[in-house]
């Protein structure tokens, strides 16, 4: 039985900062690369940042430079630091875990196989 477990998200104000967590179990691991969605309200869901089993990042223009993906495979959890969080960075944020047998863009939803269940960050101005 596969579970991505995130942590809590919360309310913070702008310019502060949320470390994000997604806790993994069921799967090995290593053998998944990992990436952040968020969908805001009237949005399509984006990814925010992708890490590979390798530790190779990609990450959304607009998160750039604030953002900063992990993952300890030790301890099968993945990690987001969120500094400098801005209004527009209002969402629900979540986890998914991409095989890396997947072919397809990093940035395509579909390509993710599971999936966890989602947590708000609300960034007040």
């Known amino acids: 039985q596969v579970q991505l477990v995130e942590s809590v998200g919360g309310l913070v104000q702008a310019g502060g900062s949320l470390r994000h967590s997604c806790a993994a179990s069921?799967?090995?691991?290593?053998?998944?690369?990992m990436g952040w969605y968020r969908q805001a309200p009237g949005k399509e869901r984006e990814l925010v940042a992708a890490?590979?089993?390798?530790?190779?990042?990609v990450y959304a223009d607009s998160v750039k430079g604030r953002f900063t993906i992990s993952r300890d495979n030790a301890k099968n959890t993945l990690y987001l630091q969120m500094n400098n969080l801005k209004p527009e960075d209002t969402a629900v944020y979540y986890c998914?875990?991409?095989?890396?047998?997947?072919?397809?863009?990093?940035?395509?939803?579909?390509?993710?196989?599971?999936w966890g269940q989602g947590t708000q960050v609300t960034v007040s101005s």
């Open positions: 069921g799967l090995t691991f290593g053998s998944y690369a």
């Open positions: 998914a875990a991409r095989s890396i047998t997947m072919s397809g863009s990093v940035y395509s939803f579909k390509t993710y196989d599971y």
């Open positions: 890490i590979s089993s390798g530790g190779s990042t």
